[in-house]
Nanobody, 123 residues
Framework: QVQLVESGGGLVQPGGSLRLSCALS????????MAWFRQAPGKEREFVAG????????DYANSVKGRFTISRDNNKNTVYLQMNSLKPEDTAVYYC????????????????WGQGTQVTVSS
């Protein structure tokens, strides 16, 4: 059974940076595309960024393109989300997800989910 554990969330001022990490255990990491989603209070969970098995292909939501970078270290079974130039509207619970079928923006396409980590952008 795949387990995903996120870390790295916290409180940051507007314009600041955070790096989220998500470690996968229980299966071969390179069998899965990985993604980050987020869910703000009262809103649906939305796609943020995704990365394919080898890391060569990535996809980003328009709202974070140019500010966020997704990457993966297949030796550490970990995917990262580097978030720069953070805005108050980035405040949400961020979830890591794994998918054996490849990067998809649809939430229902993702097979495994972490428990989430809170990111709060506020002065």
């Amino acid at each position: 059974q795949v387990q995903l554990v996120e870390s790295g969330g916290g409180l940051v001022q507007p314009g600041g940076s955070l790096r989220l990490s998500c470690a996968l255990s229980g299966r071969t990491f390179t069998s899965y595309a990985m993604a980050w989603f987020r869910q703000a209070p009262g809103k649906e969970r939305e796609f943020v960024a995704g990365i394919c098995w080898g890391g060569g292909n990535t996809d980003y939501a328009n709202s974070v393109k140019g500010r966020f970078t997704i990457s993966r270290d297949n030796n550490k079974n970990t995917v990262y989300l580097q978030m720069n130039s953070l805005k108050p509207e980035d405040t949400a619970v961020y979830y890591c997800a794994a998918n054996s079928k490849g990067v998809r923006r649809a939430r229902d396409s993702w097979e495994y989910w972490g428990q989430g980590t809170q990111v709060t952008v506020s002065s």
